[in-house]
């Protein structure tokens, strides 16, 4: 099927939240801890750039920080961008993923890292 797919940026308000008409569904209290599902994105991003590959641990360690913040994590995963298997530690195109809930709310969001890119 000659399907082309044509990626954008996110869009985001302020503090970093994907724009999303579910975001509505959010009360003001959840809507103030919504934030921390990019914060993580961009932590775990910030800790790849630094050297980490210990992606599992990573992981781990960022899925108790989101269910501390009160976000009942779906997944949270590091993946190689173009073919979304698992990242390996070789892996240079990443792309980190989060879906988690916040009361009833399901909020997506994903951070794409080239670390060939920062070279």
């Known amino acids: 099927m000659p399907i082309q797919i ?3 940026p996110t869009v985001r308000a302020a503090d970093g939240l994907a724009l999303s008409s579910r975001n509505g569904f959010l009360s003001e209290e959840q809507r ?3 934030p921390v599902v990019y914060r993580t ?3 775990i991003a910030e ?3 630094q050297g980490e590959r210990d992606f599992p641990a990573l992981i781990h360690a960022k899925l108790q920080q989101l269910e501390a913040a009160g976000l009942r994590p779906d997944y949270l ?7 979304l298997r698992p990242a390996t530690a070789e892996d240079r195109d990443l792309v980190i993923l989060v879906a988690a809930f916040l009361g009833t709310t399901r909020l997506i969001d ?3 890292l080239n670390l060939d890119a920062l070279a």
């Open 6 to 8: 044509i990626g954008e």
């Open 32 to 34: 103030a801890v919504a």
């Open 41 to 43: 994105l961009s932590e």
């Open 47 to 49: 800790s790849i750039k």
């Open 77 to 83: 995963e590091i993946r190689h961008a173009l073919t």
């Open 110 to 112: 994903n951070l794409h």
